[in-house]
């Protein structure tokens, strides 16, 4: 099943463009700060192959994100980018995925908001980023903190909020199922033991979330007193007990030991 | 024509009543009132109504905003929206009088600021939970 198959996830893009901040953030930022170039441009300019998904490097990974996050029409000259992506919403997204990313490295690199990163910063923390899909409209969210007695040591989560894209959700954590097959590749793993390696995403939640449609409410006819109740969609049984799921990557999921490359970042 | 009269009789539905409504339309209003109690009735209007034979149908609206601390369709509102609808009355000699409900209630989420803006499952047979819990194994 193309698309994103769980409700949350980092998986290959996402990661490699952790990678491309937490290996330069200030180019990064310069990249980002400057309003003439678009938010992909970083993924242009340090051009690195992907080995997992259908785009084979972050140049045509940035197409997608251009023509499907951000509605950037290369054939159009006037008027502001139409998100095509989001049903029912409309708005900016690349320009609030720049503020978020700036505002996100700043805090990683302890400096205030436009300020110069031609001399030392006074940390450099690291920059995680996940996305999830369903909220009514586009919003960046950025958690931090600092860990440990040393300013040096910290991290910066962003978190992506997503309209509806209209793909399915699998009502399982577990792989394969009907609609997504064969066989799911790393690092999936039910109720693992250990957390492996130095990073990783994990799924909490029901075996089977089992759908119940309503019965349309103009479907009977009812005597006076039986006034039928509207239900606003299916209602889902989360059942089968609770299970823990590392996600495959290609899935969302995050690799234990972080995306093998097979170019050069820079 | 409209009105908030009372709720009309069960035996025939075409007479007028007190309200000014037809004993099918004043049945249509009670019905609402009584089903939607989170909701205080402001205005019902009839916007036409046809009858043949034992079958009257109603094409209704109704304004209503809902009671303080209630939510409607699971959502806390604050001002007063307009609900709208057909109702189908059958008046038979053996089952009495029997209602059938068409509301646009896709307006209703609409207007209580809801849409179906929501990843759905995949569509097709559901997974099979036995299959699930052997991948447990």
Redesign the interface.
Known sequence: ?PGMPY?LERGPYLAMLEDLINRDPVRCLESLRDPAKPVTALLREMRVSINGGPYKDTAELAEHIDRDWFGIRPDAHDGPPISRYW???DGDAQGIIRETVVRSIEIALGIDHDADVSGPTPHRWHVSILTA??V?WFEGWVSWRRVGPEVAGGHVVILLLT??H???????L??P???TKGRPGPPYA??PARAEGDQGLWAIGA?????EDPVP??A??????S????H??PTYFG??GI?VVAPPESQGGVLPDGRPYAGAAS | MSGTGGTGGTGGTGGAGPSGLSEGAALVQAELEHGLSELHPVQFDVESELADGALRAIAWSYTARPREGQSFLGVQLSTEFVLRGVTLIRTGPDDGVLLRWYIDWLDALNRAGLNAALRPVPDGPQPDLADLLALLR
């Not at chain 1, 209209?166 to 399982?172: S, Y």
């Open positions: 099943m409700n049903s029912y919403w899909c369903t009514r309209p509806t209209g793909k399915p959700a699998e009502p399982t577990l792989r199922t009907p609609t039910i109720n075996v089977f979330e089992r759908r409410v103009s009977e006819w009812v005597a006076p007193g006034f039928p109740r509207p606003l969609g059942e089968g299970v």
